[in-house]
């Protein structure tokens, strides 16, 4: 599982979601669109 799919698992987990929990996205990828996805997951960066 890597951290796009982490986050996604935590999301659809109302009782998890609940709970706030921090998360840190940390990539070196330039790709464009995998940026924007995690924008739109809500992950900072």
């Known amino acids: 599982m890597n951290g796009i799919?982490?986050?996604q698992f935590i999301e659809n987990d109302s009782e998890l979601k609940?709970?706030?929990i921090p998360f840190i996205y940390h990539?070196?990828?330039s790709s464009s669109t995998e940026?924007?996805?995690a924008y739109s997951l809500n992950i900072q960066g």
């Open 18 to 20: 609940g709970k706030a």
């Open 35 to 37: 940026i924007k996805f």
């Open 5 to 7: 799919e982490l986050k």
């Open 27 to 29: 990539s070196s990828t």
